[in-house]
């Protein structure tokens, strides 16, 4: 597939171009949330404090990559990276505290809830990435 047939797909900054990203960025997030949750952290933090860690280890990624693959370069690189940690750092805030509501309060398991949580905050993170962060606003 050449430059053209993909942007004909997935145009830059649509949410299909994002959530294809996101799926990278989301199983990035998920293996170090999964190897912290083996580790000995899980015992001496929480399930939250465990989310929370993978959910900042998995931000400096997230910006590069939608950096480079959802959106473009039109602005200076550290305007995006501030305003994407400011985006992650809300995000990361709220989906830590919304998955904590939903592990103490709903009884499904750990992985469903993790699929219910980022389907939410993704979409936050696309909306906020695309107006506030790039500016697209075609």
């Known amino acids: 597939m050449d430059k053209s047939q993909l942007l004909a797909i997935a ?5 299909r171009r994002f959530a294809s990203a996101g799926a990278i960025n989301t199983l990035l997030f998920w293996i170090f949330w999964e190897l912290l949750r083996l580790s000995p952290a ?16 998995s931000c400096t990624i997230a910006h590069f990559t939608h950096r480079y693959f959802t959106f473009d370069g039109r602005k200076d690189v550290k305007t995006t990276m501030l305003g994407a940690f400011a985006v992650y750092a809300i995000g990361g805030v709220l989906s830590t505290i919304f998955f904590d509501l939903l592990v103490t309060n709903i009884a ?4 469903v809830l993790f ?12 909306a906020t990435m695309r107006w506030f962060v790039f500016g697209y606003a075609d």
């Open 11 to 15: 145009p830059r900054g649509t949410i």
């Open 108 to 111: 499904l398991p750990i992985r």
């Open 42 to 57: 899980l015992e001496l933090i929480s399930e939250t404090g465990i989310w929370a860690g993978a959910w900042v280890m």
């Open 115 to 126: 699929i219910i949580n980022m389907l939410v905050w993704g979409l936050f993170t696309w």
